[in-house]
């Protein structure tokens, strides 16, 4: 919420800014031109030099005043949108605490939801008073879910005689400090109920060297917005720049709920981000041609393997690598192999052709894997086992307290 917030934040003070500036500009317009009319009364009695310097003016004047008018038709459908946005996000924050307001009691206890409670009406407080701000007014549909006052849990018993349960699969923030840590990382935003305990237990289940590497690493580790906007790509940003610092941008909602497997995404971007920690952020330890030429001939290996099956072999193949658990090795596959084979996932071809791509991916597939992915690690060293030899060395490398910059070779 505290990212949506900032950005509407943001919207709003540069549209605010923007209609400010041609407000004074309009004015100032007005004011310059003003003494073009005292010339009407005398437009014939000047010469003909003298009018066309006069028109040409007029004629500036009117294609600044157009110019004008045009930015400011702009900046308030800007306005429109930016409340427009707002009201929408009041709405579903007004939804969430209606949700939580008719819960009665739920199994992480009162106090939780209490919290909840007043984390959800603080959050709409401040999106309001940026609706105020713009002069403009709540929406119906944002009022109207948010008008019942107060935040205690007995309340609920005022709104119906039998509380309304969550409906199943539901997901529950539970508001967390701006500086929370899950296993030692750093993360803002809020996270769904029971995420914390399934990244734990991913944890607890990963392999130990690769363990050891995310202990090693996790204080430094940065999640930005792990409310990330849903359906926008998952990333870890290298190279931070204003409103967007260096770490990982994801959505802990959908990665509760990811079908590759619950937190996926989150050991998958930090493993990004530990190949570039590694190395004091001065490129990717991964970044080697040995093991970009390790995977290429990984990748060939299958597709040979592949291509002596026969039909009923490849098609049996070709459904197993294309289930969801198997969408590392599908992404790899397909680059290692130009697109000749593959499952349900992958990157561009375009992606692919970017310098160091394949070794970021590769590392970043292999540690998610490592860190409590059950089958895609047997999957992975199985079928990339050369690559993932190497992988193993560069975590061999990272073991002690020294930070390697290049792979060994």
């Known amino acids: 919420m505290g990212q949506r917030y900032e950005k509407s934040k943001k919207n709003v003070s540069e549209n605010k800014k923007t209609l400010e500036r041609l407000h004074s500009d309009k004015d100032t317009l007005q004011n310059e031109y003003a003494p073009l009319s005292l010339l009407d009364s005398i437009q014939s009695m000047l010469d003909d030099e003298a009018s066309d310097a006069v028109q040409g003016v007029r004629a500036v004047g009117e294609l600044e005043s157009q110019r004008i008018e045009s930015e400011t038709d702009t900046a308030e459908e800007e306005k429109k949108q930016i409340t427009g946005e707002i009201n929408s996000e009041i709405a579903k924050l007004n939804a969430g605490l209606e949700k939580i307001r008719r819960s ?19 959050q709409i407080d401040k999106f309001k008073s940026l609706i105020s701000e713009m002069g403009e007014h709540v929406s119906d549909a944002g009022v109207s879910a948010g008008s019942i006052e107060g935040t205690g849990i007995a309340e609920a018993d005022n709104i119906s005689d039998t509380p309304l349960p969550f409906n199943e699969g539901d997901t529950i923030l539970i508001p967390h400090n701006e500086n929370d840590t899950v296993l030692g990382v750093h993360i803002q935003g809020l996270l769904p109920e029971q995420y914390k305990s399934v990244i734990s237990s991913r944890y607890e289940m990963s392999e130990p060297r690769v363990r050891n590497v995310f202990d090693r690493f996790s204080s430094t580790l940065e999640v930005q917005d792990a409310e990330y906007s849903p359906g926008q790509t998952p990333h870890y940003s290298p190279v931070g720049y204003p409103g967007h610092p260096r770490g990982v941008y994801y959505n802990a909602t959908e990665d509760m709920n990811n079908p590759r497997g619950q937190g996926s995404t989150y050991f998958h971007e930090l493993g990004h981000m530990i190949d570039h920690a590694s190395t004091g952020y001065q490129g990717n330890l991964s970044n080697s041609y040995d093991f970009a030429n390790a995977l290429i001939a990984d990748g060939q290996n299958v597709l040979s393997m592949y291509s002596s099956m026969s039909p009923e072999q490849q098609s049996n193949f070709s459904n197993y690598i294309h289930q969801d658990f198997a969408h590392s090795f599908s992404d790899l596959i397909d680059a ?47 079928l990339f086992p050369t690559s993932f030899g190497m992988f193993s060395d560069m975590i061999d490398s990272l073991q002690d307290n020294t930070m390697v910059k290049t792979l060994r070779r």
């Open 104 to 122: 009665g009691s739920i199994e992480f206890g009162r106090k939780a939801v209490e919290q909840s409670s007043q984390e959800y009406k603080k």
């Open 336 to 382: 290692t192999t130009n697109g000749q084979l593959y499952g349900s996932y992958g990157h561009s071809r375009e992606y692919w052709q970017r310098d160091g791509n394949l070794q970021a991916e590769a590392f970043a597939h292999f540690f998610e894997a490592s860190m409590g992915g059950g089958q895609k690690m047997e999957l992975l060293s199985n």
